[in-house]
């Protein structure tokens, strides 16, 4: 019931339109970087360097960067749809942290948050991500869009939101993969030690003795980038916590 509840309000959710979007911080960054190579560029010929050794060190140069930047911070959108399977708080933060939207509020305002986000990109099944530092140089608009969230009055929707329940209403093991991706058996025999606390995996366990994770979800979350960031970022809390 709770399910139907949260995807009931998440479509009354206005779109995200204050969030500030990663790819626009990288344009401009770019933008930067290339205005800067082509700067030096033209100061090592003016020392009388050869085009020949220019040309090639401008090429390898912007080559590396493009593919650093594509290859780092492009990641996969959790569509709106899949929002609900997380059902750890600690997970929904941590997705927050990885598009670069505040970390604050109770679960269900992140995953309000959260599926803002997917429906205002739902036109890529990729999305632009930014080190929280690049976007408070580029713009204030995260700071404003979390205290907009702070100063949002007590209304009937957020009331209800709060009422519903946390808790996950079914057996997480039997419940269906991000993206769509189907729970397999092979899959799951193949898992030798849980992805988030490193224990060793019983056969034929479908949970993690040491954490309660699902190994299965965990497992094939973590073959997406932002999935292995979510479970590199989840492992390092609990090191931490230990």
Not at 65 to 92: A, C, I, S, T
Not at 120 to 135: D, I, L, Q, T
């Amino acid at each position: 019931m709770s399910w139907y509840v949260r995807r009931y309000f998440y479509r009354l959710a206005p779109p995200a339109s204050n969030i500030m979007r990663a790819g626009e911080v990288w344009g401009a960054v770019t933008v930067l970087f290339v205005s800067a190579l082509a700067t030096v560029s033209a100061l090592l010929i003016a020392r009388g360097e050869e085009l020949s050794f220019v040309l090639p060190f401008v090429v390898v140069i912007l080559s590396i960067y493009l593919y650093v930047v594509y290859k780092r911070y492009r990641v996969e959108l959790v569509p709106e749809g899949d929002l609900d399977l997380f059902d750890d708080p600690g997970d929904l933060r941590i997705l927050c942290a990885i598009y670069g939207l505040p970390r604050t509020g109770s679960p269900n305002w992140l995953r309000h948050r959260l599926a803002q986000f997917a429906r205002a990109n739902s036109g890529s099944s990729f999305v632009w991500v930014a080190p929280r530092s690049m976007k408070r140089i580029a713009s204030g608009l995260e700071v404003s869009a979390e205290k907009e969230e702070q100063e949002l009055s007590e209304d009937p929707q957020e009331l209800v939101m709060r009422m519903v329940s946390d808790e996950p209403s079914d057996d997480r093991s039997r419940r269906p993969l991000v993206w769509g991706v189907r729970r397999s058996r092979s899959r799951l025999t193949s898992i030798a030690s849980c992805p988030v606390c490193d224990s060793d995996v019983q056969e034929n366990s479908a949970v993690c003795g040491g954490c309660g994770a699902d190994l299965e979800f965990y497992e094939a979350l973590s073959e997406s980038k932002v999935g292995r960031r979510l479970v590199a970022q989840k492992a390092d809390g609990r090191g931490r916590k230990v």
